[in-house]
């Protein structure tokens, strides 16, 4: 919290009554009609672009998106008031499973639950009054905007970057559709609950893993959050490395040459066992006879488990030998080849070397199943830990040709890879974690893939002039998930002739990830109603990228992830001319209530529309902005929407206090007066543009109660400073609470809209300071208050301290040690 909301000028003469809900009645309709927000492509003022993340109309508006927005339309306000032309935009991300499991639950299709939301949520974002341009509305589960999902789809295949495999993946037996690893949390469906397994699907990818290289470097030059570029760098992994080759025997006496990648080539010499991803075909290839039914029963308990829950460290280890051995290159040593869950099939090539001296989760594997430890690092002298992953000297690491003891790390993986290399067992190699983005949903509501399957053709793309491909009527139990998508039941829809050679074929009937919508929206906001073109390029040149995007830390790595991918692709295709598409990111926390996540079912849930039922639109918008920085959660239980609302009462009055006519220059107003409101709208602008969003509401505040002051001390209702003060005050004020400044811009004479008013200009000679206030302490303790110059010298200072009564008295004459002076603000008097 900042502070608590000013009640010590409460202005109890004047009963003059402000009804917040009659007012935002009056004003709806005249933005209505207005329509002060809409973006003009021809404007000849600078372009700005601010962006808050898709919303996904699964209710009314609640207490995240009454924060989130609110945030954001200060921004957005702000540049207006600044004199820019803002692209503010508004649309939903309508495709998706909750509305397709509510449909199925109500015996409707899912686009009638889908688009009554979107204008249940739509109302309520007017009454909100954020300042989103609605001539620029969509929807991506419009066959108008998914067109264009289409056309790209088929644009990355074109490019190579939209292939088809088959490859275990996570499989939700309740929602009967493939999960992302992010919605796999402790081996369950986040969204239903359901027991996640692993199922073999032919599925389609996004080539992201081609853009891996090129997605780590550009972060470099965005303003986001660290956390986020953090996790994002963490996402991506890249790592440096080689490729060993070992050779595992095989039953029958065969053999064959495995590679493992691997970070450390340099302690290749301490490698003394082998773990392949028990998922992984590598496992089923090589596992003995004997070993079969045991590998099998583990692996079922394997494909129960999401890959993140895999990677865990704190994760115990389990396992099971294959009956494999394999020949460690540099020694000759054969090494026991086992299959585990902590070794993920898609990384490098589902197998590792194992070197449980300088690997943790290898030291856990060898303690639990009695296998050999060899340090190949030498520790510090005195260490009883586990695994070593510091640096320090290679030791145990020599054959008759190569030897690496007495190296440090990095000069031993230089010497053992060009051995490896030499002896055509091994190469140098860069690798990621990020995998490819599998993008195929067995559901109906989604964006149809536009791929056509042909017995003679293979995979054959939907012609563009037959675009888009449109789901078919499908409601009731036609919906009901059945293990492949319903659209595969769907006769008439599926079965076509095929582009190529006119013989029959089918559609492809799984669905597009809806994170696939929600890449690119931010593009069709530029000509959003265009159907020649999934976008005017000269319109995205004129307005992106995107000065700033708003939302949630949820999406840090998924969404970002794969619009910055979109935008690259598009790049190379020369569609844009930039790299990224979010120039500066802004994550809000969240709110809570009585320190928990707001829940029915903890009997701590908050009702949006209760609160603005009880207090206004304006009294909720400024209480969570004034809660503290826009990153930090805010619990509900702290807040003080009635105290908002008593704030904004006072505000509003001093817009009834204003008697000189508008458009009166404030020259010869009430210096002190004019003085604390310049110094306001100065300090103002650097805290909107630095997001101290809170900070900024208190000087607002303060402004009002100096004002009211200043009315009660004398200063006239004529004096053009009152007017000016009050002006200020409902300029600010409209970043935040926008129907009591509009309220108070027409009471003060003006036409509407305030919010279009523009910054005042501030007078820079009203804002040297003619004195300043001196802290003098001694002993720590407060004595006195100095009004000295602002450029008053620490010795001016020293000597005008130590001669003030009150600092005279509290020496008592005690001996002066030591005097502390930071000119012209403070003075620390220490005595002995």
């Known amino acids: ?286 596992v003995s006879d004997e070993q079969r039914p045991t590998y099998e029963d583990y692996l079922a308990e394997t494909r129960k488990a999401s890959d993140i829950d895999r990677m865990a460290t704190d994760r115990p280890k389990t396992g099971v030998f294959l009956g494999a051995y394999a020949v460690n290159p540099v020694n000759g040593e054969s090494v026991p080849v086992w299959a585990s869950d902590y070794v993920l099939a898609d990384y490098g090539t589902g197998a590792i070397m194992a070197v449980p001296g300088q690997d943790q989760r290898d030291w856990d594997f060898a303690e639990e199943y009695d296998l050999p430890v060899i340090r190949t690092v030498q520790p510090p002298e005195g260490w009883e830990g586990e695994a070593y992953t510091g640096a320090g000297p290679a030791i145990n690491s020599a054959n008759e040709s190569v030897s690496l003891d007495g190296l440090e790390i990095d000069d031993a993986k230089r010497a053992i890879i060009d051995y490896l290399e030499q002896q055509g067992t091994g190469r140098g190699a860069v690798n990621f974690r990020l995998r490819d983005w599998l993008l195929s949903r067995q559901r109906f509501w989604g964006c149809p893939i536009p791929v056509i399957h042909c017995p003679v053709d293979g995979e054959v793309d939907v012609p563009e002039d037959q675009l888009p491909v449109v789901l078919p009527e499908l409601k009731g139990a036609d919906l009901k998930p059945k293990g492949v998508s319903p659209l595969a039941a769907a006769e008439d829809w599926v079965n076509v002739e095929c582009p190529k050679c006119g013989g029959p074929a089918k559609r492809d009937s799984d669905t597009m990830d809806t994170f696939v919508d929600s890449s690119w929206y931010f593009l069709r906001y530029c000509s959003p109603h265009d159907d020649t073109q999934a976008f005017d390029e000269d319109k995205v040149r004129l307005w992106m990228p995107v000065e700033q995007y708003v939302g949630g830390v949820e999406h840090a790595v998924l969404h970002l992830m794969y619009s910055r991918f979109f935008t690259k692709v598009l790049f190379d295709m020369g569609m844009v001319d930039f790299t990224e598409p979010f120039t500066a990111l802004l994550n809000q926390g969240v709110v809570i209530n009585q320190g928990k996540k707001m829940s029915k079912s903890l009997g701590n849930g908050v009702s949006l529309g209760e609160q603005l039922a009880d207090f206004g639109v304006d009294a909720v918008r ?130 509407p809209t305030v919010a279009r008013a523009g910054w005042p200009t501030v007078d820079e000679a009203l804002l040297v300071e003619d004195s300043v206030t001196a802290v003098v302490q001694v002993q720590g303790k407060l004595r006195a208050r100095l009004e000295v110059s602002p450029d008053i010298s620490d010795a001016d200072l020293e000597a005008a301290a130590l001669a003030d009564e009150s600092v005279q008295r509290a020496l008592e004459g005690r001996q002066v040690r030591k005097v502390i002076v930071r000119a012209p603000k403070l003075v620390n008097v220490v005595v002995g």
């Open 622 to 751: 400024l209480t969570l902005v004034f809660a503290g920085p826009p990153e930090d959660n805010i619990d509900w239980a702290d807040m003080s929407p009635a105290g908002s609302l008593r704030f904004l009462q006072r505000a509003w009055r001093l817009s009834g206090d204003v008697a000189s006519a508008p458009g009166t220059s404030p020259e010869g107003g009430d210096v002190a007066l004019r003085k604390v409101t310049h110094h306001t709208l100065h300090d103002a602008a650097e805290l909107v543009e630095s997001h101290r969003f809170n900070v900024m509401v208190a000087r607002t505040m303060e402004l009002v109660n100096a004002t009211r002051k200043a009315i009660d001390s004398g200063c006239g209702p004529e004096d053009p400073a009152v007017r000016e003060a009050a002006e200020a005050v409902a300029i600010l004020l409209s970043l935040v609470a926008p129907y009591t400044a509009e309220e108070m811009w027409e009471r003060m004479g003006h036409q």
């Open 1 to 286: 919290m900042t502070e608590p909301h000013p009640e010590s000028h409460r202005d109890d003469r004047e009963q003059q009554s402000y009804d917040v809900h009659a007012t935002e009645a009056k004003w709806q309709p005249v933005w209505e009609e207005l329509d002060p927000f809409r973006a003009d492509d021809d404007s000849p003022r600078e372009k700005r672009y601010a962006l808050t993340m898709f919303p996904y109309p699964s209710g009314d508006l609640h207490m995240g998106h009454a924060e989130v927005t609110a945030l954001h339309d200060v921004i957005a306000r702000y540049w207006w008031q600044r004199g820019y032309e803002v692209l503010n935009p508004i649309g939903w991300d309508s495709f998706g499973l909750p509305a397709e499991n509510a449909a199925i639950q109500r015996n409707e299709h899912p686009a009638t639950y889908t688009y009554a939301n979107i204008e249940t949520q739509a109302a309520s974002f007017k009454k909100y009054a954020v300042s989103f341009d609605w001539s620029r509305r969509l929807h991506t589960s419009d066959p108008e905007y998914y067109r264009w999902t289409q056309w790209l789809f088929l644009k990355l295949r074109e490019r190579g970057l939209a292939y088809r495999k088959s490859s275990p993946v996570n499989w939700c037996p309740n929602d009967q559709t493939v999960l992302a690893n992010e919605q796999v949390v402790d081996g369950f469906c986040e969204r239903c609950g359901a027991e996640v397994t692993k199922r073999e699907l032919t599925q389609w990818y996004f080539k992201v893993t081609d853009y891996a290289q090129r997605l780590l470097d550009d972060m470099e030059g965005l303003d986001w959050p660290e956390r986020v570029l953090t996790l994002q760098r963490n996402w991506i992994g890249r790592s440096e490395g080689a490729h060993v080759d070992f050779d595992v025997a095989t039953d029958g006496g065969g053999s064959r040459s495995v590679s493992v990648y691997t970070t450390r080539p340099d302690t290749l010499f301490g490698a003394t066992f082998m773990v392949v991803a028990a998922d992984a075909k590598l496992a089923e290839e090589i």
